[in-house]
């Protein structure tokens, strides 16, 4: 893979050029802690060489034409950090059990302090998550980013769009109104008429063969525990394989006129614009 030059580094870490015999100047409050918080930063970089792994994933090469369609994967994971942090709060107040699930998601929204907002942020932010992962997946379809050598990036992705549905799906119970009650029956039926797998899928989400107390339990360790934790690392995994392949172009650029010899350039390269696909920087 083609290294690129080292990016400057911010003004703020460059060292002050010093004269010989030139007194220290007295630093301001605001430059003592920004002295402060980079000798802090130094101290775990000597330890960790961390800022390499951060150079490698932000200083990267982008091919030439790529637009606001690009950002929705970003746009996906932001609506995912999201429901992520709303859902920690809302876990400090909701009670999985059947007597008093309906009345703590009452007293979330009518008497905690801004705690309408973040259900609120919570209930909206699962939609727009939704839709913001098949608008991404259009988006990588489309610009045929699923060909070679992407196609386990795309494999990950529809195991992301599984896991972000079945969020969506356990999420939906656990107000445990009539509505999602019911919804919930229907949708665990549904799945079981599945072929194969579909009875026993049924029978673990409803934790047995009868819809009971146990099952909001189960769907409320689905929703908070299991899944978020498959989708961050699964998260973890398609960014990198994102950040080793490269973009790729918009299909309206054409590829770079090069000379025969190097359309025989190993997958690194031609992940990275050097042929193909027309990814070119
Ligand atoms: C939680 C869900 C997801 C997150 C957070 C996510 C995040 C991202 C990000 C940040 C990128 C790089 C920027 C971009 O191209 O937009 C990306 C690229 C990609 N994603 Fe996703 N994604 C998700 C779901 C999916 C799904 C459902 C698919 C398809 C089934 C998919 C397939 C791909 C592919 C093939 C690329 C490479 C695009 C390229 O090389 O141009 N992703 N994803």
């Given at each position: 893979m083609p290294r690129l030059p080292a990016p400057p580094l911010p003004k703020v870490l460059q060292p002050k050029p010093k004269r010989p015999g030139q007194v220290p100047e007295k630093l301001s409050p605001t430059e003592t802690a920004i002295e402060g918080a980079v000798t802090v930063v130094d101290w775990i970089d000597e330890r960790t060489s961390l800022s390499g792994g951060l150079r490698w994933m932000l200083f990267r090469k982008v091919p030439k034409g790529i637009n606001w369609f690009y950002t929705l994967g970003s746009a996906t994971m932001f609506a995912f950090l999201s429901q992520a942090v709303t859902g920690v709060f809302l876990a400090m107040y909701y009670k999985p059990d059947p007597d008093s699930a309906y009345s703590s998601i009452q007293n979330i929204t009518e008497e905690l302090t801004l705690g309408w907002l973040v259900r609120g942020m919570h209930k909206w932010g699962s939609t727009v998550m939704v839709v913001l992962i098949f608008l991404h997946m259009a988006r990588t379809f489309f610009f045929g980013a699923y060909k070679y050598p992407r196609e386990l990036n795309w494999i990950i992705g529809v195991v992301l769009l599984i896991l972000t549905m079945t969020m969506s799906f356990t999420g939906y119970?656990?107000?445990?109104?009539q509505r999602s009650y019911w919804a919930t029956i229907v949708g665990v039926n549904i799945n079981g008429t599945?072929?194969?797998?579909g009875p026993y899928l049924s029978d673990f989400l409803r934790a047995g063969p009868e819809f009971g107390a146990t099952t909001l339990s189960r769907f409320y360790a689905i929703h908070m525990l299991l899944i978020p934790g498959a989708i961050i690392a699964l998260i973890g995994a398609h960014l990198y394989l994102v950040v080793k392949l490269g973009t790729t172009a918009p299909p309206w650029m054409r590829a770079d006129r090069k000379p025969?010899?190097?359309?025989?350039?190993p997958v690194d390269a031609i992940a990275n614009g050097a042929g193909g696909n027309g990814s070119a920087p």
């Open positions: 119970l656990l107000p445990f109104d599945g072929p194969l797998v025969k010899e190097s359309r025989s350039e």
